[in-house]
């Protein structure tokens, strides 16, 4: 796994979030097994749809550092393994829901390539929130 030569300089609390469900890819897996609950890897990929096997893995590495994501691995024939969200990662769900919520008045929808359970995030032209998902 990467090792970063300098230290994380986290000050605040928003920065600690930021760096724990920010980026690209942790928010949308974080997402899909909310949803979903439990996967295993391939269909966790076929899920998240355009994302390499190397960027997949290192991201649900960080999640499972951060206990965000639990990784439980069966020893048995064949092996296989099944993500879930820890409790912790629970807790981010509703925090994710309200900046899909925002974000969705103000950034113009592009339905052709949105991601399944992004489209279940719902808002009105008013700001003011229809529903949650």
Partial sequence: MYHPKLAKDIRCPLEYGLDIFGGKWKSRIICVLSKKKTLRYSILRKEMTNITDAVLSATLKE??????????????????????????????????????????????????????????CTYDTNNKFRKDF
């Fill in 63 to 120: 999640l499972i550092a951060d206990d965000i994501v639990y990784r439980n691995q069966f020893n048995e024939i064949p092996p296989h393994v099944e993500y879930s969200l820890t409790q912790k990662g629970v807790s981010i769900v509703p925090i994710l829901k309200n900046i899909c919520n925002w974000a969705g008045i103000y950034h113009k929808q592009d339905n052709e390539n949105m991601l399944t359970q992004c489209q279940k």
